[in-house]
């Protein structure tokens, strides 16, 4: 990407905004209220949910993924760069970067499935928070409509199309921070127009590399309202690249060798690239769309330093070019059954990964040395869905829901001989499964405030594409097994839900999940890494309680129990986290002041399946603070405004050192950022 200076961001901007200045308000038609809108009588359970833009807006985000932690329950984290996707844990997951949560942003993916770094991966930087009209999260696999990488959940993100008024704001920080967001939207008749540019330019605050970061993110969406529905498109673009400072060994820094905020290769980091296009037909009973999306990732790592390359060193590339193409098609109809009001949806959705090369290289200072693997894949899948509503009097209702699921697999090598001399054109081949997931939920509504919802589903999701025809192992030749394509999860829960007064909204859940396999391709490695089923269970608490029209207060908490059924070589399963806490205050003053603080906790993990090494909790206090007056809004954020030491996220594994002459198995971690003060200045016209 070349770079643009936040200068030449802003003249764009400034290009953009003047002639917009003198164009009519738009009056925004819809005030979604997110954790404050009564879900009674519309939600399938007591984990799914709405956030709003105003829900976003009175937090102070560090990152863009950040967003994901408005789902009750989940932890964001980041092990490497900024430009690089998040951490997420969720139900007793360490979902790594995405593996069993679906998410999806204005109708299309971003799980991506093969990816050249880990299965799932979702990457969230193209997304301009400012932008998030509601965010739905279903947790659980009850919910028909949602199928690969359902089993902890899923969430879907919807873009604004218009807003009232344009924006123009300029945020700056510690270790040169830097970001320019420039949005507004035209109205003319039935038809609506939003476009925004953003630029975001960091250093952070690692002592021995600069991040520097440049991430670029242009969006056009726009509606045109007809007789009988509504056409909706969108055209985005984004562009990043970064230096990373990956996770650290202990010993490293208790020796004195580097600091918390040191690294051990300078020259990691990485690019990306996501240009798409997509377009909508909703109506009452039809909802039609369709996406093209093109994706690039370049990304140097080094988690083992010359454990396997003592003179090299053991920095690796992974690679991902790609484009995707699918759709959805769905239908309704209102019926009646037995003289009950009834309601069946049938959907269908394809989706095609044209994967042109996903590939891992060993490299020094991000030269290539050779290749360990590199392939091209043709990933097809293809889904029905059908889902069924019946209001059996007026407290009791069920929902019942099918998909099956057909995907095909088709992969080829593109190098032959790998640079270990290792033979792999028998790790092509075509593979295919399929597979019927099964979902129901009963609701009863005690009364006007209360409801009680008992769920259960199978969900699944894939594994690489690589694994399922794999006969050779690429680092040594030996032989392997592939491994099943689909793998299957069984969950169950029961919740209650009360809405008072729209004052109190209050939900609890008591759920299970079970998984027939975690058996993933390592993304760093090449090969498969098999392991047990698992089952986990859990409980979550969440209570939004709007004191008056100055202050809202928010708790949230999950407990989750997570255990490998097989006890060899031990049942823990490294990274879930058993405790999260999340607390909040917020208040918006009639004078024009406004603030927030955050407080989240995420209690110690097993780092290794016998639970001989775990990490210590991590906490961390977020503060936003304004002022608004007439068309101009000054705000403070501190992020991490207690300067916790704590750690991003911790693992256990064996690496070596220059200097060592033996691999140590330590304790690798990626430190809390400091705290970091900005400041935004934004104006509306």
């Known amino acids: 990407m070349k770079r643009a200076s936040l200068a030449s961001a802003g003249l764009i901007g400034s290009c953009l905004v003047t002639p917009l200045l ?3 308000p738009v009056i925004e038609e819809v005030n979604v209220t997110g954790r404050h809108q009564n879900l009674i009588g519309e939600s399938v359970s007591a984990s799914e949910g709405v956030v709003s833009q105003d829900d976003i807006d009175v937090r102070a985000l ?45 109708g299309m993916p971003v799980n991506m499935r093969s990816h050249g770094h880990g299965q799932g991966y979702t990457d969230l930087n193209f997304i301009i928070p400012e932008l998030v009209k509601t965010l739905h999260y279903q947790k659980g696999p009850y919910y028909a409509d949602v199928g690969d990488f359902s089993g902890a959940g899923a969430a879907s993100i919807t873009p604004m199309t218009k807003r009232d008024q344009g924006r123009l704001k300029l945020t700056v920080g510690e270790y040169d921070y830097q970001r320019l967001l420039a949005s507004d939207s035209l109205s003319n008749g039935n038809s609506d127009l939003l476009w925004a540019i953003e630029y975001t330019q960091y250093q952070g605050p690692w002592s021995d590399i600069d991040e520097d970061l440049g991430k670029l993110n242009v969006q056009l969406n726009g509606t045109h309202s007809l007789d009988h529905g509504t056409v909706s498109w969108g055209i985005m673009s984004y562009d990043n690249e970064w230096n990373s400072a990956d996770q650290i060994p202990d010993r490293a820094v208790s020796s004195g060798f580097i600091d918390e905020y040191g690294s051990i290769d300078l020259s990691t980091g990485g690019q990306s690239h996501r240009h798409s296009i997509n377009v909508a037909y909703d109506s009452e009973r039809l909802h039609a769309s369709a996406y093209a999306i093109d994706y690039g990732m370049n990304l140097w790592s080094n988690f083992t330093y010359r454990l396997d390359n003592p003179e090299h060193g053991d920095q690796f590339e992974q690679v991902d070019d790609r484009r995707i193409y699918g759709g959805e098609l769905s239908v309704s109809a209102h019926t009646k059954f037995l003289q009950r009001d009834m309601e069946n949806r049938w959907g269908l959705q394809i989706r ?49 829901g099918a998909r099956y699921d057909y995907y095909t697999f088709d992969v080829s090598d593109r190098v032959g001989v790998n640079s270990s001399e290792v033979n792999l054109s028998s790790n092509s081949g075509s593979a295919s499964d399929d597979i019927v997931s099964l979902k129901a939920s009963a609701i009863w509504r005690i009364s006007t405030q209360w409801e009680t919802y008992l769920s259960a589903g199978s969900g699944f999701h894939s594994n690489d594409a690589r694994v399922t025809t794999i006969t050779i192992d690429p680092s040594d030749g030996s032989a392997i097994d592939s491994v099943n394509p689909l793998v299957r999860s069984k969950g169950a829960e029961f919740g209650l839900r009360g809405f008072l007064g729209d004052k109190i909204n209050l939900s609890a859940a008591l759920w299970t999940l079970e998984l027939d396999s975690e058996l993933l391709f390592v993304g760093d490695a090449g090969n498969t890494e098999a392991s047990a089923a698992s089952a986990r269970s859990g409980v979550e608490l969440t209570a939004y309680y709007r004191i008056d029209n100055v202050w809202t207060l928010d708790v949230e908490y999950a407990y989750t129990n997570a255990r490998f059924d097989d006890e060899q070589p ?79 996220i911790d693992y256990y594994y064996a690496s070596q050192l220059a200097g060592e002459f033996a691999p140590v198995e330590d304790r690798h971690f990626h430190p809390l950022e400091p705290r970091n003060v900005r400041v935004s200045l934004e104006l509306a016209f």
Do not use: C
């Open 352 to 400: 095609l990964d044209d994967i042109g090369e996903v590939g891992l290289y060993n490299t020094d200072n991000r030269q290539r040395r050779g290749v360990v693997r590199s392939d091209a894949i043709d990933e097809f899948s293809s889904a029905l869905f059908w889902e069924n509503n019946i209001a059996w009097s007026d407290s009791f209702s069920t929902v019942l």
């Open 62 to 106: 560090l990152r863009v993924g950040e967003v994901l932690e408005l789902v009750p329950g989940m932890v964001v984290t980041q092990h490497s760069g900024t430009g690089k996707a998040n951490q997420y844990f969720l139900r007793g997951f360490n979902l790594d970067h995405g593996t069993d949560f679906s998410t999806e942003y204005n």
């Open 570 to 648: 031990g049942r823990y399963i490294p990274g879930a986290v058993e405790d999260v806490v999340q607390l909040g205050i917020s208040a918006n003053l009639n004078n024009g002041l406004f603030g927030s603080v955050r407080a989240r906790y995420f209690g110690p993990r097993p780092l290794t399946e016998t639970g001989d090494q775990s990490s210590q909790s991590t906490s961390i206090v977020n503060i936003r603070a304004g002022y608004q007056f007439s068309n101009v809004t000054l705000a403070l954020d501190v992020l991490n405004a207690l300067d916790s030491t704590d750690h991003d």
């Open 22 to 24: 003198h164009a009519h």
